[in-house]
Nanobody, 120 residues
Framework: QVQLVESGGGLVQAGGSLRLSCAASGSTFSINNYGWYRQAPGKQRELVAV???????AYADSVKGRFTISRDNAKNTVYLQMNSLKPEDTAVYYC??????????????WGQGTQVTVSS
């Protein structure tokens, strides 16, 4: 089992920056990928960014060039640096840890979420 705790959310004006952190504990050795997802009111949860155990990253088109995902393996922590924030980035942001076997997801863990609000 893996436990995830997010932090760093808050209220920021459009154009501002925030850095989210996700501290992982438990059986983190088994995790292949970490990701950040977000869910705005009345909308489906969507993938924002993902980072593999090898450091490869991928981003949603809506955040490319503005958000950066990174991981500190020594601290078992994943970060999401968010720059040039827009009101449409307002959502609850969730950290995800995933174990895959032969590319097939076999285990998912979620954090409790952290609110990000961007005012115009």
């Amino acid at each position: 089992q893996v436990q995830l705790v997010e932090s760093g959310g808050g209220l920021v004006q459009a154009g501002g920056s925030l850095r989210l952190s996700c501290a992982a504990s438990g059986s983190t050795f088994s995790i292949n990928n970490y990701g950040w997802y977000r869910q705005a009111p009345g909308k489906q949860r969507e993938l924002v960014a993902v980072i593999s155990s090898g450091g490869s990253t991928a981003y949603a088109d809506s955040v490319k060039g503005r958000f950066t995902i990174s991981r500190d393996n020594a601290k078992n922590t994943v970060y999401l640096q968010m720059n040039s924030l827009k009101p449409e980035d307002t959502a609850v942001y969730y950290c995800n840890a995933q174990r895959t076997v032969a590319g097939v997801p076999r285990y998912n863990a979620w954090g409790q979420g952290t609110q990000v609000t961007v005012s115009s």
